[in-house]
T-cell receptor, first 113, second 114 residues
Framework: GAGVSQSPSNKVTEKGKDVELRCDPI?????LYWYRQSLGQGLEFLIY????????KSGLPSDRFSAERTGGSVSTLTIQRTQQEDSAVYLC???????????FGQGTRLTVV | DQQVKQNSPSLSVQEGRISILNCDYT??????FLWYKKYPAEGPTFLIS?????DKNEDGRFTVFLNKSAKHLSLHIVPSQPGDSAVYFC?????????????FGKGTHLIIQP
């Protein structure tokens, strides 16, 4: 499809396990964002990639969180040693530039039990 | 410290009336503002945007107003329809600089009552 694709759509994992969330942005979009939305909360910025520049990691909540973007396209968000407070919907978005409208994927609902 | 604030967690409006959603920001470097709409179990979808060189942008039933001196913007929906019931997020960015890309507010849940 032409939109932002995220996988898996749902993930249930045991506390302490590592998880990987994938995002396929819209082709040609140079900016890619990861956000998360916890229950009853707004969108929390996690990390931002712009072209080949070093990513802005200022929103990552701990060093258990990391993300990479290979070849300027697909991105993977990795959470190591998951905790229950990591349970949230993780949203990926891409845009043509940093200041144009971003298009979101449907999100990955992560539940840590 | 929240740079984009939506102080009303929820808003209830009668169908056919005007819905007004408010957003305040603190970062004077923001120069591009967007509204997103989110239905349950879906990702946010872009609704309307405004650049800081304008004070109003209109698209059908949706109008966004920007008051730079007050660091305030609002989204007007006229007339409100049942399908408008959703969570609305205000977002801002610094097109000419800054690091975070888009900064979002916590959202306002709009409920359109028949």
């Amino acid at each position: 499809g032409a939109g932002v694709s995220q996988s898996p759509s749902n993930k249930v994992t045991e506390k302490g396990k590592d998880v990987e969330l994938r995002c396929d942005p819209i082709s040609g979009h140079t900016a890619l964002y990861w956000y998360r939305q916890s229950l009853g909360q707004g969108l929390e910025f996690l990390i931002y990639f712009q072209g080949n520049s070093a990513p802005d990691k200022s929103g990552l909540p701990s060093d258990r969180f990391s993300a990479e973007r290979t070849g300027g396209s697909v991105s993977t968000l990795t959470i190591q040693r998951t905790q229950q407070e990591d349970s949230a919907v993780y949203l990926c978005a891409s845009s043509l530039t940093r200041a144009t409208e971003a298009f979101f994927g449907q999100g990955t609902r992560l539940t840590v039990v | 410290d929240q740079q984009v604030k939506q102080n009303s967690p929820s808003l209830s409006v009668q169908e056919g009336r005007i819905s007004i959603l408010n957003c305040d920001y603190t970062n004077s470097m923001f120069d591009y503002f967007l509204w997103y709409k989110k239905y349950p179990a879906e990702g946010p979808t872009f609704l309307i945007s405004i650049s800081s060189i304008k004070d109003k942008n209109e698209d059908g039933r949706f109008t966004v107003f920007l008051n730079k001196s007050a660091k305030h913007l609002s989204l007007h929906i006229v007339p409100s329809q049942p399908g408008d019931s959703a969570v609305y997020f205000c977002a801002a960015s610094e097109a000419g600089g800054g690091a975070d890309g888009l900064t979002f507010g916590k959202g306002t849940h709009l409920i359109i009552q028949p």
